[in-house]
C-alpha cells in the first residue's frame, strides 16, 4: 500500500535566515492519526503549513499517494487545514461556512446543500444551520470547523492545534469525537498540539520535533516507556535522568549511586561512552527503609536507591512521592496506592527506590 504523505528531506529557512525546519523524513500510512509535538518555536506549524501549500518550501518534496505535489497550489492538494483559532467566517451561517471550500472548488449548489447537510448531520449541526459565529459554543465552533474541513473529503486533515482554546472538560469530549470521527471516515489525520497527553491519548504514533528536527517517531506507548534521546527523556512523562559511564553496552552503567541496570536504547553508545539512566516516576517502587535490602537488591538486581521522603500526596487511587537522594536531588514517584506496604511511607522517612531493569532506559549524554 502506498503511504498517504511523504516527507523526504524537508526543508526550511524563512526569509532572513532563520531555520525553521530541517531535514525532516516522515511516511505517514493511509488512515494513520500522527501527532508533531515539541516546545513553541520547533518548527510544528511550519511543517504542517509546508504540507497544505500555505508555505513554499526550501528544500526536499512531499509527496501524497505517491505524487510530489510541492508545487500546487492549497485548493489542488487533496488536503484540508483546520486551524487553532478554527477561522471561520462571522458574517456567514454555519451551513455557507460549511459550504465554502465546496463553492470555491466550483461544485453546483445542490450538491453542496447535500453534502453539507451530510456532513451536518454527521456532526449534530442541523439545528444550528442558520447560525452566525457569534452564536455558538466553543464546541459548536470546534465541529463547525471540522465539518468545513472534512466536506471537501481531503484525504489528509491537517490541524494545528485545533483544541487549543476549548477548556478542559469540552477538550475531553471533542477529542472523543475527533478520534471516533477519524476512525469512522479513515481519514489521514496529521495533528498538531502542544499537550503531550492529548498526543498519547489521540496517536497511533507520535512525532516528537525539537529545533527543526525529529527526535523520535514512535507509538504512544514506546515514547513513553522508551525515549530514544535525553530531550524526548524529558519533554515526554515525568522522568529522572542520570548521569553514568556505561560499562557494559547490554545495560549496565555506572553512576554516583552505583551501577544501575536499563536498556540501552541509542544503538550508536558503546561502552566507556557517558550516558544517562532514565527513571520514569511510574515505574518507581517505593519500599520501607525496614524492608529486607538484600531480597530488594536480588528482586531489582541491584537498580536499588537509597532515598528520603519530602512530601506524600494521594489522589484517588495514585501516591505521588517526591523524595531526595543521597545527594539530595530530587525524584518523583508516581504509584498506584494498591501496591503494598505503604503505611510506613511518610515524610521524613527513609525509603528505598527500586526500578526493574527492563524499565529503566539508557540514552546518551547531553551534548555539550
Ligand atoms: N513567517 C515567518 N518568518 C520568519 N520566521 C518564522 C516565520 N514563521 C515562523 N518562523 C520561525 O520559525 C520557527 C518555527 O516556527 P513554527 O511556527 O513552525 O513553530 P511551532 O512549532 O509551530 O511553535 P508553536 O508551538 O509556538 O506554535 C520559529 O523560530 C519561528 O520564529
Ligand atoms: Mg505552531
Not at 504542517?48 to 513554499?56: N, P, Q, T
Not at 539512566?277 to 537498580?303: K, M
Amino acid at each position: 500500500m502506498v503511504a498517504d504523505l511523504e516527507l523526504v528531506a524537508l526543508r526550511k529557512t524563512y526569509p532572513g535566515g532563520v531555520s525553521a525546519v530541517e531535514d525532516v523524513e516522515l511516511v505517514v500510512e493511509q488512515g494513520e492519526f500522527v501527532s508533531l509535538v515539541g516546545p513553541s518555536g520547533c518548527g510544528k506549524t511550519t511543517t504542517l503549513r509546508m504540507i497544505a501549500g500555505f508555505e513554499s518550501i526550501t528544500a526536499g518534496e512531499i509527496l501524497i499517494r505517491g505524487q510530489r505535489i510541492n508545487d500546487l497550489p492549497p485548493e489542488k492538494r487533496p488536503t484540508s487545514t483546520i486551524f487553532q483559532n478554527f477561522a471561520l467566517f462571522p458574517h456567514m451561517t454555519v451551513r455557507r461556512n460549511i459550504e465554502y471550500g465546496l463553492a470555491a472548488r466550483g461544485i453546483k449548489s445542490a450538491e453542496r446543500r447535500e453534502r453539507s447537510n451530510r456532513i451536518m448531520e454527521k456532526l449534530d449541526l442541523l439545528t444550528i444551520a442558520d447560525r452566525k459565529e457569534a452564536g455558538l459554543s466553543g464546541g459548536q465552533r470546534q465541529r463547525v470547523a471540522l465539518a468545513r474541513g472534512l466536506v471537501v473529503e481531503p484525504r489528509i486533515l491537517l490541524l494545528d492545534e485545533p483544541l487549543g482554546a476549548l477548556d478542559a472538560n469540552l477538550r475531553r469530549s471533542v477529542q472523543n469525537e475527533l478520534k471516533l470521527l477519524q476512525r469512522t471516515l479513515g481519514i489521514t489525520f496529521v495533528f498538531v498540539t502542544h499537550a503531550q497527553s492529548e498526543a498519547l491519548i489521540l496517536s497511533d504514533r507520535i512525532v516528537v520535533m525539537n529545533r527543526g528536527r525529529i527526535e523520535q517517531v514512535s507509538r504512544p506507548a514506546d515514547l513513553y516507556t522508551r525515549p530514544r534521546t535525553p530531550f524526548v527523556a524529558r519533554f515526554i512523562g515525568r522522568n529522572t535522568l542520570v548521569m553514568g559511564r556505561l560499562k557494559d553496552a547490554s545495560g549496565l552503567i555506572e553512576t554516583s549511586y552505583g551501577p544501575m541496570r536499563g536498556v540501552v536504547a541509542d544503538s550508536f553508545l558503546r561502552a566507556g561512552d557517558a550516558a544517562q539512566i532514565v527513571l520514569p516516576a511510574e515505574a518507581l517502587e517505593p519500599h520501607r527503609e525496614t524492608s529486607n535490602e538484600a531480597a530488594l537488591q536480588a528482586q531489582y538486581q541491584g537498580n536499588l536507591l537509597s532515598a528520603r521522603i519530602l512530601a506524600v500526596e494521594v489522589v484517588a487511587h495514585t501516591r505521588l512521592i517526591r523524595a531526595a537522594l543521597s545527594d539530595g536531588r530530587e525524584i518523583l514517584l508516581d504509584g498506584h496506592t494498591g501496591h503494598a506496604g505503604g503505611e510506613g511511607l511518610v515524610a521524613g522517612s527513609s525509603l528505598w527506590i527500586g526500578l526493574r531493569p527492563e524499565e529503566a532506559t539508557i540514552v546518551a549524554a547531553d551534548k555539550r
